[in-house]
């Protein structure tokens, strides 16, 4: 048994992208800056929100939890990503390969309720309005948000547990730039049918069970702004929500392909090109989706950018101008 554990507890060796190693330094360049332009990105998201009133509502209360939750999410894998470019060490422990393996997945599930979360939000602001300040008030905001993050984190658990109980063998090379449930399952010296059946169970659910909320939500969304008779009323309604649905459309359709299609419908190499899109992509856009659809969150960056260049704002500054409707359903103080 004692020569079992020694075993299991063994290093991993990550393989990265070993079929373009003459591009290593250009693949370094590039993903260091999209790790810096996301972390910067998503950190203005979250300092625009704090330091203007008016964005101090239920969605950007959100939208600021999913931008510290996508700073996270990409800092898991990107340092060690980076590492193994710029040096070449391939190297990483048991402990810390599982510790990855249980982050990615818990803030990838999270990610996956905050989103059905935010349709929900969505949808208590455009088909009851009048209710909107009484139903999503502080207390549910921050409950909403806590339950988000309880249990993203609580089912990552199950994976981690079914392939921590795994026997393993081999050269313990990964296949991958990061440690993902896959590559380490192919790694087994016992029948793995189990605990694939328990993980992509566990992970299925999180994703198809959210992703159903989604839909009903924008249904109900589709059917009360169909009511809207002026056309410009109904544009309106629909720019609430397409930032939403951009960032919905790109997770779920890269995730699905990695983790729900059949692997022997594609090469492994390509589980690491779309693992790309939803770990390091996803996370880049989502701030720039956020910002550049969205005519409050521009208006409160010009504001930073003329203090910044030495311009002196109104000290009421933070005051809503009259154009945006991403906010017309109520302003709760005090949220942020």
């Known amino acids: 048994m004692e020569e079992v554990n020694k075993t299991q507890l063994r290093d991993f060796f990550l393989q990265g992208f070993a079929n373009v190693e003459n591009f290593h330094m250009w ?28 964005l101090c509502t239920p969605m950007y209360f959100f939208i600021v939890n999913l931008s510290l939750l996508e700073m996270w999410y990409i800092s898991t ?37 905050m989103l059905a979360v935010m349709a929900f939000d969505r949808c208590i602001a455009i088909c009851n309005p009048l209710k909107y300040n009484t139903i ?41 730039y990061f440690c993902d449930l896959a590559p380490i399952l192919s790694l087994a ?75 022997g419908v594609h090469f492994v190499d390509y589980d690491k090109l779309f693992a790309l899109v939803y770990a390091m992509f996803t996370p880049l856009l989502n701030p720039v989706i956020y910002s550049l659809r969205n005519k409050e969150v521009k208006a409160a960056l010009k504001r930073v950018a003329d203090r910044m260049k030495g311009g002196r704002e109104d000290a009421a500054g933070a005051r809503p101008s009259s154009a945006p409707a991403e906010t017309s359903p109520g302003k709760i103080t005090g949220i942020c």
């Open 27 to 54: 693949l370094f360049v590039l993903f260091l800056l999209i790790y810096l332009l996301t972390l910067s990105g998503n950190m203005l998201i979250v300092l625009v929100v704090r330091c203007h009133v008016h």
């Open 189 to 263: 010296c016992a029948e793995t049918s189990l605990p694939h059946t328990i993980n992509g169970s566990v992970i299925g659910f999180t994703t198809m069970f959210n992703l159903l909320l989604i839909i009903v939500m924008y249904v109900n969304i589709a059917a009360s702004i169909m009511k809207i008779k002026p056309n410009i009323g109904r544009s309106k309604a629909f720019s609430t929500c397409s930032s939403h649905l951009t960032v919905v459309v790109l997770l779920y359709s890269t995730a699905f392909t990695v983790y729900v299609i059949p692997k």
């Open 77 to 113: 894998t990107a340092p060690k990503l980076l590492s193994l470019l710029l040096t070449g060490d391939k190297r990483v422990s048991f402990q810390w390969c599982f510790a990855q393996l249980y982050m990615f997945h818990g803030l990838g599930m999270t990610e996956c309720y």
């Open 136 to 176: 999503m008030n502080d207390r549910m905001c921050k409950q909403l948000a806590l339950i988000c993050w309880a249990l993203g984190f609580m089912s990552a658990i199950i994976p981690l547990t079914m392939t921590l109980r795994v026997p393993l063998c081999g050269s313990r090379h990964l296949n991958h």
